[in-house]
Every structure is written in structure tokens, then in C-alpha cells.
T-cell receptor
Framework: EAQVTQNPRYLITVTGKKLTVTCSQN?????MSWYRQDPGLGLRQIYY???????DKGDVPEGYKVSRKEKRNFPLILESPSPNQTSLYFC?????????????FGPGTRLTVL | GESVGLHLPTLSVQEGDNSIINCAYS??????FIWYKQESGKGPQFIID?????DKRQGQRVTVLLNKTVKHLSLQIAATQPGDSAVYFC?????????????FGTGTRLQVTL
């Protein structure tokens, strides 16, 4: 089954404790992206990757890191989480085209930073 | 389930009626638009898309209308069913920007009453 998976689905942590949220897709997509979703703000892009070893900042990259060592995986790293990073996070993937891309989303990771 | 928006505009319709969800976009350069459906506890799911060289596209029970003059997009759902209850997002892609980047609206909650 074609899908995007994320782990963990739920995470409660404390300020400053490094964490990684994993994302994996099995559709051989070049493009992968991380979004956060907050009430009243919709989905905002954090980072994206157009292919292996190619990553770039989205609209809200502060406090986050990513890596793309393999085509299927795109982990999101919070080196020192803070309470304002409490949010619902989604990973998405698509074929890399200039336009006309349907992005496939993972099920989401609910992160709470105390 | 996950709360994706505490203060989203809400459209309440009776089962069997038609629903119309509207979206205004701001970037006149955008040339591709998608409607996503997000059910509680899940990631956004593709419903239908439309390119800027079209003004209407129909799917199964759904129709998307695009008015580029006033930068307006609408999603029409025929014979609305309880399973249509969800938050609906429009998204746009600007071909002059980063390939594959989607910019999302803040969403509309559709509530289907019996």
C-alpha cells in the first residue's frame, strides 16, 4: 500500500530534550516536506527536500533541522524543543514537478513540549 | 481525535443537501489548486485538483470551480453525507516559486447534520 508513515504518533517531552520524528514513504517520491498545523493558522511548511541531500527552509524553519540521506526517509529533528513547538506535525511527499503535484500526507505526530 | 482548528469557519448542512465551501487565494501567479479533506485524527487527503487553464472540474460528487479574475476557488459537494464531515483546505502552487510548494488556506469545517 502506497503510504507515508510517521513515528511517533504522539509525543510528550520537556524543554531542551532533543527529539526526532521519523517520516518514510514507499512511493519513490523525490519531494518530501514537513508541515506544522496550529489552530487558526492552517498548515505551514517547515522544511522541504527536492531529493537526496537537497533540503531547504520553508516558511517556519526556526528551531528545526532535517536530513535526507535516503530517498524514502526525511526525519525532522528538534535539537532543543521549546513549548512554542507544541503542534501537530505532518510529513508529505510527492513526485518532483514544477507544478501539478498531489502531495500525500502522513497521519500526523502530535507533539507536546512542557 | 486531533483538533485541527478551534476557531475555523464552520459550514453546517443537512444530510442530502449540497455543500459549497469557498476559498480566496492571494497569489495571482498560482497555477494549480488542490482541495484536501482532513478528518479528525488523520492527515489531509486529496479530493480534487484543478489547473489554472480550467474553470471547472468534476469528480465523483465533487466539483471545483476556479475564478481567476477574483482569485476564488470553491468546492461543491453533492448530496452531502455524514462521512463528509471534516475540515476542508484549499491549497495553491506558484510555478514561479519553489517547485511543489503548496500554500494552504486556514480551512473550513463542514458539519453534516442528520
Amino acid at each position: 500500500e502506497a503510504q507515508v508513515t510517521q513515528n511517533p504518533r504522539y509525543l510528550i517531552t520537556v524543554t531542551g530534550k532533543k527529539l526526532t520524528v521519523t517520516c518514510s514513504q514507499n512511493m519513490n517520491h523525490e519531494y518530501m516536506s514537513w508541515y506544522r498545523q496550529d489552530p487558526g493558522l492552517g498548515l505551514r511548511q517547515i522544511y522541504y527536500s527536492m531529493n537526496v541531500e537537497v533540503t531547504d527552509k520553508g516558511d517556519v524553519p526556526e528551531g528545526y533541522k532535517v536530513s535526507r540521506k535516503e530517498k524514502r526517509n526525511f526525519p525532522l529533528i528538534l535539537e532543543s524543543p521549546s513549548p512554542n513547538q507544541t503542534s501537530l506535525y505532518f510529513c508529505a511527499s510527492s513526485l518532483f514537478r514544477r507544478s501539478y503535484n498531489e502531495q500525500f500526507f502522513g497521519p500526523g505526530t502530535r507533539l507536546t513540549v512542557l | 481525535g486531533e483538533s485541527v482548528g478551534l476557531h475555523l469557519p464552520t459550514l453546517s448542512v443537512q444530510e442530502g443537501d449540497n455543500s459549497i465551501i469557498n476559498c480566496a487565494y492571494s497569489n495571482s501567479a498560482s497555477d494549480y489548486f488542490i482541495w484536501y479533506k482532513q478528518e479528525s485524527g488523520k492527515g489531509p487527503q486529496f479530493i480534487i485538483d484543478i489547473r489554472s487553464n480550467m474553470d471547472k472540474r468534476q469528480g465523483q460528487r465533487v466539483t471545483v470551480l476556479l475564478n481567476k479574475t477574483v482569485k476564488h476557488l470553491s468546492l461543491q459537494i453533492a448530496a452531502t453525507q455524514p462521512g463528509d464531515s471534516a475540515v476542508y483546505f484549499c491549497a495553491e502552487t506558484d510555478p514561479t516559486g519553489t517547485a511543489s510548494k503548496l500554500t494552504f488556506g486556514t480551512g473550513t469545517r463542514l458539519q453534516v447534520t442528520l
